[in-house]
């Protein structure tokens, strides 16, 4: 067994400045800030967003790719390509806009959680209809029990905006991860008073899709989807609370998206901060 661990954050700027060695590069260019934005990318997937950046240089007509064009390679290695042709109706445009502002906006207003890079309602080819990107500042390597709260907050934050109109599909993936997070604090993590530092989950296979099994009684396992109820819960209602809060910037927010279809971590954040005006 050779265990082949992900790249860190230097890892991955060395090696996409390997594979940039291979084309022509803008000599501006941030690795740093990409290696950042590719948080989570394998070597492969490094090695794909450089050739796209290339691709995508070529197609323009340019003869070198610049610091957009490997930016908009992370979100087409990620997420796919942009589909010129989907066509979402107004009334789904404005729904996506208010699910992924609500991630977004979730996540600024709590202390831990990464700066919002980009947020975009393009549809991709992977089906998805809309993203905030996260970018975590450095290397994490450990998650406090806080910061792992926070992100299944911003999960159900995209959900919660929506319900200030429609509840819809959209939150399926969220929904996933949120509970998987939740899971994982209960019975591996040991993040729960009632099982203390027991292990009520194992996971086998690690390198070969990481399947759990349950070593408890059923009646514990009733216990720990009970806690997994309450925390996904009591995080969402935090989340509600925050958005209920803040009304006024979802609103705009969502209301901007809307219009631009794709708006920067400052553009998003230059909204956030500026002071409401006052009224004649």
């Known amino acids: 067994r050779v265990p082949v661990e992900l790249p860190d954050l230097l890892g991955r700027e060395a090696i996409l400045k390997v594979h940039a060695k291979k084309i022509k590069i ?3 260019v941030d690795f740093n800030k990409i ?3 590719a948080s989570g990318a394998s070597g492969a997937e490094l090695a794909n967003i450089v050739n796209e950046a290339a691709l995508r240089a070529v197609r323009d007509g340019r003869r070198f790719a610049t610091q957009a064009d490997l930016e908009e390679s ?3 290695v990620i997420a796919g390509y942009q589909k010129k042709n989907a066509i979402m ?3 789904e445009k404005h729904i996506v806009a208010y699910h992924e502002i609500g991630h977004a906006l979730v996540a600024a207003k709590q202390t831990n959680s990464a700066p919002v890079q980009k947020i975009t309602i393009v549809p991709r080819t992977s089906g998805a209809l809309g993203y905030t990107m996260q970018v975590e500042e450095g290397n ?3 998650m406090s029990q ?3 709260e926070n992100k299944i907050a911003t999960l159900t934050g995209g959900r919660a905006a929506e319900e200030v109109g429609t509840i819809t599909t959209g939150a399926s993936n969220d929904i996933e991860q949120a509970t998987k997070l939740a899971r994982a604090m209960i019975t591996r993590y040991g993040m729960s008073r009632d099982f203390d530092m027991v292990a009520m989950e194992t996971v086998q296979n690690q390198y070969l899709g990481g399947d759990t099994s349950l070593a408890c009684s059923a009646e514990t396992q009733a216990k720990i989807d009970q806690q997994v109820v309450a925390l996904v819960k009591q995080q969402h209602e935090k989340a509600l609370k925050l958005l209920t809060d803040n009304r006024a910037k979802l609103d705009e927010l969502a209301a901007f998206l809307y219009e631009k ?3 920067t971590g400052e553009e998003f954040m230059e909204i956030l901060n500026r002071e409401p005006a006052q009224a004649q």
């Open 140 to 142: 994490h390597y450990l």
């Open 26 to 28: 803008a000599e501006d």
């Open 146 to 148: 806080e910061e792992m």
């Open 35 to 37: 290696a950042r934005m």
């Open 89 to 91: 109706t107004d009334h």
């Open 74 to 76: 992370i979100e087409i």
């Open 261 to 263: 279809e794709t708006i």
